[in-house]
């Protein structure tokens, strides 16, 4: 994965390494998608989107947060249309999201109904306190968009009497969803199918 620079501090950690590269991997964006961020802070998922995505919009309620999201954008290498917001999610989100990440729970139910209501299709939530992971993920199963829940946590070596020890990160949970018309009605189609082979045993 191409090296992210972060000169500029958001006095907020960026997402991390690892933790995009999983992101990248679920949000699976190409030039033709409009890709949409809730938290923009440093820019460190801004940045890796825009590699890739033909059009972000990435929203920061803080305006010093997105005046270090500017600043890091400035300094990195960057293909895509990106348009940055001072607005309070879900008011400030697009309408025609193809993928959008929520890096933090900040009226996350909300953001999920805009989701639905415009049929985003590749929508990923990251959280790191396991009761709101929780709460989260029923409401991704309310709105019928839980495709799954990955836990996952890094740790990094460090020299230690001659040898090598670890520091861990705080576990992540990142949901990921979808409200795509298309795989709801494929999830209809399967569930159907799951119904009437069960009748048949």
């Known amino acids: 994965m191409t090296r ?19 992101l990248a991997s679920k949000l699976a964006l190409t030039g033709a998608d409009h890709f949409a961020e809730v938290g923009s802070c ?21 305006a010093s947060r997105l005046d270090v999201t500017r600043k890091n954008l400035a300094a990195n290498d960057i293909n895509a249309d990106v348009k940055l917001r001072e607005a309070e999610a879900p008011e400030g989100l697009p309408d ?3 993928a959008l990440f929520l890096g ?14 415009t049929g985003v299709d590749r929508i990923v939530m990251n959280v ?13 199963r309310d709105r019928d968009i839980l495709e799954e829940v990955v836990q996952f946590q890094v740790s990094h070596g ?6 090598t020890s670890f520091n861990s990160e705080n576990p992540v949970y990142m949901l990921v969803g979808s409200a ?7 999830g209809g189609a399967a569930a159907e199918a ?5 009748g048949q045993q």
């Open 4 to 22: 992210v620079s972060l000169p500029h501090d958001a006095k907020a950690g960026p997402t991390k390494p690892e933790v995009r590269a999983v």
């Open 42 to 62: 440093t820019g460190a998922v801004t940045i890796t989107a825009a590699r890739r995505a033909g059009r972000v919009t990435a929203l920061e309620r803080k």
């Open 96 to 98: 025609d999201a193809d």
């Open 104 to 117: 933090g729970s900040r009226n996350y139910e909300a953001i999920l109904d805009h989701a639905v209501e």
């Open 128 to 140: 790191s306190r396991l009761e709101v992971a929780g709460a989260a993920t029923e409401a991704f």
């Open 158 to 163: 460090y020299e230690l009497a001659g040898a």
């Open 180 to 186: 795509s018309e298309d795989v709801a009605a494929d």
């Open 194 to 198: 799951e119904a009437t082979n069960g």
